[in-house]
């Protein structure tokens, strides 16, 4: 009795299920990477409990370190006198009706740093400003 072999086939690879399988865990990877703004500046912010607000132009930040010297946008100011702050800010701020100021104030700032900072935000009229806060660690947590 002779049994007959069958013929060898190549096998036949085919890349369209690979390829889908690499468009997926380029798909989660982008989704699931968080994307965190980080200064070049520390500061440790105070904190707080109320929800995050999302502005639809590019804010100015204005930051303060513990020793009260100002940053904008990174940039140190020359000194902590409210009219080299109004000089500074008016440089970056086209049109003050229609910014956002984030004031990004260390918590060891001095209250008056932060005070003259509101006050050269209101002298060149800016209606939007904002503080800076980072969320507490606590704040989800549940208590039995």
């Known amino acids: 009795m002779k049994l007959r072999q069958k013929q060898r086939q ?48 590019s804010p100015v930040d204005l930051t303060i370190d513990s020793q009260g010297r100002f940053y904008i946008n990174s940039k140190q ?26 004031i990004s104030a260390d918590g060891q700032t001095p209250h008056q740093a932060v005070v003259t900072a509101m006050d050269a935000a209101r002298s060149m009229g800016i209606n939007s400003l904002s503080l800076a806060t980072k969320q507490s660690a606590n704040q989800f947590q549940r208590v039995e």
């Open 77 to 102: 100011v020359i000194n902590t006198k409210i009219n080299t702050l109004i000089k500074a800010l008016k440089l970056v701020i086209k049109d003050p009706d229609q910014t956002t100021l984030i």
């Open 10 to 57: 190549d096998p036949d690879i085919s890349l369209t299920p690979l390829i889908d399988v690499v468009f997926l865990l380029l798909i989660f990877f982008m989704v699931s990477t968080s994307f965190n703004r980080e200064s070049a500046i520390s500061v440790d912010l105070p904190e707080a409990s109320s929800e995050v607000v999302e502005t639809e132009q």
